[in-house]
């Protein structure tokens, strides 16, 4: 029988990432990299779209798992340079070469794409000016470029939901850098005790707050569950953030 673990009471602060936490943003990058290479299926040919999608997709996977934070500042041409990683890849197995010039523009159709695709999750502005309402400290914290993130955060309305806004760009450091908690629970006026860290990233959002005392929640929007093999324990899995508003009486 599955055991119910009884919520800890609201804390006093709550800092929320922003991507595929709030707004879907770059999940399920399989869908996207296979919806742009088949709409390049005739400059892609003979190749098949899906196997181009996969090599880029495999390409992705592992510069990111390596890349320099700077890289995060930079995303049209690390997506740029992953793109022709990728045809590099396909082109050392035998295939097709294909050209830099059409590995540019599918990595700007993607970034195009993933822009227009973007949206808030369901519930989260309701959940967001629920927690407010409550008298919690809120803090935004994300990693990126300044400009494409205060862009978002303009675009879907974020700004007066929060007491305070930490852009990586902006402040010139990001998670998981310790100090990205310490300088948003100072701003808060909160301490680690007080504060729980809500997003979809184990090693930012779960693995270093837990280090410094947060409690950790993290969001796996569509329930895949946690990697496997993976040793981190979040305190708690969620998947919108309607789930941790109190249910009213």
Known sequence: MAVSLAMPPLPRAMLI???DT????????EIAWNTI?????EELAPLPPPQVATAVLAFARNFWANAEAAWRMKLAEARHLTVKGGFAALAAAG???LPDDLAIRLADRFTAYREEEMFVFPGAHE???????????LALVTNGAADMQRAKVERFELAHRFHHIQIEGEHGFGKPEERAYLHAM????????DTWMIGDNLEWEVVTPQRLGIYSIWMDVHGDGLPKGSTVKPDRIIRSLMELVPQQA
């Open 17 to 19: 990432d922003m991507d």
């Open 22 to 29: 709030i707004l879907s943003a770059y999940g399920r990058p």
């Open 37 to 41: 290479t088949a709409e390049f299926a």
């Open 95 to 97: 295939h097709r070469a």
């Open 127 to 137: 959940a967001i000016d629920r927690f407010k309402a409550l008298g919690i400290k």
């Open 186 to 193: 100072e701003a808060l006026g909160v301490t680690a005790e």
